[in-house]
């Protein structure tokens, strides 16, 4: 009785198991459900293990057909349906598999954010050799905007020598347009030694569509203009340039045994100022769950330049980025 009368006025999630899950729901997205459980603490739970659920606060939801409410979650009376009501003459009745995302209109930070942390070793084709490396990827969103902030680095010791070999930092931010569409700018950082970059800035404006969205997958393009400025790892700096991006982002996710994710970055950047120079920066990701929160992780890239600095001796680079990944 005391668990029921609990529940009553707290977001439940109830498992097809008979688990139950009393607190509150912070957020949702890629399949994965998280609760601030009162006696678990957070916990993340599939969607598709999920036969109740129930959410007394508003949320921004997004589903798998590219609609956005602004509603309480509530039980259909169906294992694993619920209904999103939005007013008393509009109501949705879908699976609980297919909300693609939900986000908390509360105004409290550390709750919106979500994440992972890797480690690990590398091999690259500039060194030839073992090194460490170091990515973080942070996602924050809010009723109108979502954010990711993105970083990565590779580096080696040789003979008590310490080299930046790769480094990367991104931070994106987008705001929800009409149905799939969104605004898009994004800020970047890059040093990669092979293509004689000791950095890169650029700066980017454009609009992004979701192109496909369904209950484990996603695909994403987002394009318009660039600005980028560039300096040799010989100490010449480039005039600016204007570049034309073009952004493909995939994920996919499935939880059921194995347990497996991968995100997948494509951008080519096509010159204005510079007719003919095409390069590209691709990533992948592949991981697969070990227990609980912990991850392990395969992360092949590669970057081309058919135009690079002047005193490359390469216009390609690839690497294998091997690690352990802690998701919060």
Do not use: C
Not at 90 to 97: A, G
Not at 109 to 125: D, M, Y
Request: charged share 20%; proline share 3%.
């Amino acid at each position: 009785m005391h668990e029921t009368g609990r529940a009553q006025d707290k977001d439940t999630i109830i498992l097809h198991n008979g688990q139950m899950l009393v607190g509150k729901v912070q957020g949702a997205s890629l399949g994965s459900i998280s609760i601030d459980d009162y006696e678990l603490k957070m916990q993340n739970i599939k969607l598709y293990k999920i036969k109740v659920l129930i959410i007394h606060e508003k949320f921004k939801i997004q589903t798998v057909q590219k609609n956005i409410y602004y509603s309480k979650v509530m039980p259909d009376g169906r294992d694993g349906w619920v209904i999103i009501k939005e007013d008393s003459s509009n109501s949705l009745h879908i699976p609980i598999d297919e909300i693609y995302m939900l986000i908390s209109l509360e105004k409290q930070f550390f709750h919106r954010l979500n994440g992972n942390i890797t480690a690990g070793l590398s091999f690259t084709k500039s060194s030839s050799i073992g090194q460490t490396n170091f990515a973080a990827n942070v996602l924050f969103a809010t009723k109108h905007f979502n954010y990711q902030l993105a970083a990565s680095s590779i580096a080696s010791i040789d003979s008590g020598n310490f080299s930046r070999d790769n480094e990367n930092l991104q931070f994106f931010a987008a705001y929800d347009l009409s149905g799939p569409w969104f605004l898009a700018g994004m800020g970047q950082y890059q040093r990669n030694l092979e293509l004689n970059i000791s950095r890169r800035f650029v700066e980017m404006l454009g609009v992004g569509n979701q192109l496909f969205i369904h209950t484990n997958w996603q695909l994403l393009v987002t394009s318009g203009v660039d600005f980028t400025q560039e300096r040799s790892v010989d100490g010449i700096s480039s005039l600016p340039q204007v570049e034309i991006p073009v952004m493909l982002k995939f994920n996919f996710y499935q939880y059921k045994n194995p347990d497996i994710q991968i995100n997948f970055l494509f951008t080519s950047f096509f010159s204005i100022t510079e007719p003919g120079r095409v390069r590209y920066d691709g990533n992948t990701n592949f991981s697969w769950q070990l227990i609980r929160y912990f991850y392990l992780t395969l992360s092949p890239y590669s970057n081309f330049d058919n135009r690079p600095p002047n005193g490359s001796t390469s216009n390609f680079d690839y690497g294998l980025v091997f690690g352990l990944t802690y998701k919060f």
